[in-house]
């Protein structure tokens, strides 16, 4: 018998390299828990609780850097880190519930704390509270809540914009706050207006008309935020951070997020609003922006799901499509890069919303992106 005992590898900690005994949970000298997940770029078993490798400091991957949705009717998401953010804070759901097609976009406001946790507690609560059937004003005030509860403090408030839609009987009811939009995409001509005394084609020049085609030929950084204001007050992109807060706003002593009344705007999606959309004919597409952005004329914006803003109210707006096209909901990531952008007009809607996410990557990817596409009528059905 061989009583030579073979001599025992030395195991050393990843992150301080201190010798550690087999079976130790944490390193004696540097603390590190010693079984830890391994680093997707140095190998490292150094990952630490937050997601970070304590040696090479790489962020590790999570299921919500890229995540891809569809549902049987066609409808279609995608989510993506972006090229720029060490994390995606935009959120997304897609539900249906036989005739009802729900859809709700948020993106955390990146000035606030925990901002992908916001957004995650608007998306499943409103999602949740849609398919139950709740309206659409009620089940804001329920994410707007659930966003609020997560703060410690004012100063300690998570945050998110919200855009939802509910597609029902070929009715579309969308709700929002803050700069998250809706779109509505249609192949031939142009949507007119119901009523026969108003202009079917503003002129993309005429100041007092929000109906700006998208493909201006301007820099993306003197695109118009279509807010609702003065035409002498009209407010352009400064290149500040568009989710980022008026430092001076605070909750009110007593605020109940949520409960106030919504602004309702009922009317067929030919219909334009006096203000607030923006047209983009991009060759045989037409791109109709149904939702107006909440924000100042320095590019901040001005309403947020959040403890730290208190009464936020959501706008409402109800249409019914005149014929057949695709409802898209996207987060900023995307808008932002549509001045000159020639939309997709075959394939599936995921189809699209991919080649969606890959123009914004290639123009930049500085945000996170969200993208959901839902076709009604027979297009692309």
Same mark, same amino acid.
């Given at each position: 018998?061989?009583? +030579?005992? $073979?001599?025992?590898?030395? /195991?050393?900690?990843?992150?301080?390299?201190?010798?550690?005994?087999?079976?130790?949970?944490?390193?004696?000298?540097? %603390?590190? &828990?010693?079984?830890?997940?391994?680093? +997707?770029?140095?190998?490292?078993?150094?990952?630490?609780?937050?997601?970070?490798?304590?040696?090479?400091?790489?962020?590790?991957?999570?299921?919500?850097?890229?995540?891809?949705?569809?549902?049987? *009717?066609?409808? $279609? #998401?995608?989510?993506?880190?972006?090229?720029?953010?060490?994390?995606?804070?935009?959120?997304?759901?897609?539900?249906? +519930? %036989?005739?009802?097609?729900?859809?709700?976009?948020?993106? %955390?406001?990146?000035?606030?704390?925990?901002?992908?946790?916001?957004? !995650?507690?608007?998306?499943?609560?409103?999602?949740?509270?849609?398919?139950?059937?709740?309206?659409?004003?009620?089940?804001? *005030?329920?994410?707007?809540?659930?966003?609020?509860?997560?703060?410690?403090?004012?100063?300690?408030?998570?945050?998110?914009?919200?855009?939802?839609? /509910?597609?029902?009987?070929?009715?579309?009811?969308?709700?929002?706050?803050?700069?998250?939009?809706?779109?509505? @995409?249609?192949?031939?001509?142009?949507?007119?207006?119901?009523?026969?005394?108003?202009?079917?084609?503003? /002129?993309?020049?005429?100041?007092?008309?929000?109906?700006?085609?998208?493909?201006?030929?301007?820099?993306?950084?003197?695109?118009?935020?279509?807010? %609702?204001?003065?035409?002498?007050?009209?407010?352009?992109?400064? *290149?500040?951070?568009?989710?980022?807060?008026?430092?001076? !706003?605070? @909750?009110?002593?007593?605020?109940? &997020?949520?409960?106030?009344?919504?602004?309702?705007?009922?009317?067929?999606?030919?219909?334009? &609003?006096?203000?607030? @959309?923006?047209?983009?004919?991009?060759?045989?597409?037409?791109?109709?922006?149904?939702?107006?952005?909440?924000?100042?004329?320095?590019?901040?914006?001005? $309403?947020?799901? *959040?403890?730290?803003?208190?009464?936020?109210?959501?706008?409402?707006?109800?249409?019914?499509?005149?014929?057949? #096209?695709?409802?898209?909901?996207?987060?900023?990531?995307?808008?932002?890069?549509?001045?000159?952008?020639?939309?997709?007009?075959?394939?599936?809607?995921?189809?699209? $919303?991919?080649?969606?996410?890959?123009?914004?990557?290639?123009?930049?990817?500085?945000?996170?992106?969200?993208?959901?596409?839902?076709? @009604?009528?027979?297009?692309?059905?």
């Amino acid at each position: 018998m061989d009583d +030579t005992a $073979a001599p025992r590898a030395e /195991v050393r900690c990843p992150v301080c390299e201190a010798p550690v005994l087999a079976g130790d949970s944490f390193c004696e000298a540097c %603390g590190h &828990p010693l079984g830890a997940p391994t680093c +997707t770029s140095c190998g490292a078993p150094a990952v630490d609780a937050d997601g970070y490798c304590e040696r090479c400091g790489l962020r590790q991957p999570t299921s919500r850097d890229h995540a891809e949705l569809e549902l049987d *009717g066609g409808t $279609a #998401g995608v989510t993506d880190r972006g090229l720029r953010r060490s994390r995606n804070e935009d959120a997304m759901a897609l539900l249906s +519930t %036989g005739t009802r097609t729900v859809v709700v976009v948020c993106d %955390g406001v990146g000035s606030s704390p925990r901002a992908d946790e916001a957004s !995650a507690a608007a998306v499943e609560t409103a999602s949740a509270a849609l398919a139950r059937g709740v309206s659409t004003e009620e089940a804001f *005030g329920l994410a707007s809540r659930a966003v609020g509860k997560l703060a410690t403090s004012v100063d300690d408030a998570p945050a998110c914009t919200y855009v939802s839609a /509910v597609v029902e009987g070929g009715r579309i009811t969308l709700a929002w706050a803050g700069d998250s939009r809706a779109y509505w @995409l249609s192949t031939g001509t142009r949507p007119t207006r119901t009523n026969p005394s108003a202009d079917t084609q503003p /002129v993309a020049t005429d100041p007092s008309t929000d109906t700006r085609p998208v493909d201006t030929g301007l820099p993306t950084d003197t695109r118009p935020v279509d807010t %609702g204001l003065p035409r002498d007050a009209r407010p352009v992109d400064t *290149g500040l951070p568009a989710d980022a807060r008026p430092g001076e !706003a605070g @909750l009110p002593a007593d605020a109940r &997020p949520g409960e106030a009344e919504a602004r309702v705007d009922t009317r067929p999606v030919g219909v334009l &609003p006096a203000a607030g @959309l923006r047209l983009a004919v991009t060759g045989q597409v037409v791109g109709t922006q149904l939702t107006e952005d909440d924000a100042a004329p320095t590019g901040e914006i001005t $309403a947020w799901l *959040g403890a730290d803003y208190g009464d936020v109210r959501p706008h409402v707006r109800v249409l019914e499509p005149e014929t057949p #096209g695709l409802l898209l909901v996207c987060s900023d990531g995307l808008w932002r890069y549509l001045d000159g952008y020639t939309f997709p007009s075959t394939g599936s809607p995921l189809d699209m $919303a991919r080649a969606m996410l890959r123009h914004a990557l290639d123009s930049g990817g500085q945000d996170n992106v969200t993208i959901v596409l839902i076709p @009604l009528g027979d297009a692309h059905g």
